[in-house]
């Protein structure tokens, strides 16, 4: 292989991985509103776009660790709750109680586990985002 096709095939690779990751982000920002609405967090925050602000948002009473990924604590209660920056320091919001995470549903359990991680994914993106723009300051100066 010369070296201009080498390069050939690692541009194409390189487009297609990033075709792909937008395709799963446009796919994901759906279904994330869905479970916005489904999982009615309205209710303690204004609008979809509310959810951005916070710092992160976590769930407690069951793991999001990869070797025990979706495994319960039992006598635990699960909530969703929001990180916020509240005059300067961090605090925790509940933006949804569920109960005791034994006594709630299997499936409403899984939608939950999906509506953290799909909303971290697309964090991500924005942080991405947020610091691509920030590099641009390097490139006026140079």
Known sequence: MTPMSDALKRLKELTSKISSYELTRKENFKRLQELFKKLELEKK???FQTLFEYKAINLSAVSLQKENFGEIQEGKYLQLLAIAKVE???K????AYFGRVEN???GLR????????????????LNLEHYHEL???FKKNA
Request: glycine share 4%.
């Open 45 to 47: 925050t204004n609008d």
């Open 88 to 90: 300067g320091k961090s």
């Open 92 to 95: 925790n919001i509940s933006l």
């Open 104 to 106: 709630v549903p299997k």
């Open 110 to 125: 899984e939608e939950i586990i999906e509506f953290v991680i799909r909303y971290r994914f697309e964090k991500s993106f």
């Open 135 to 137: 590099l641009e300051n």
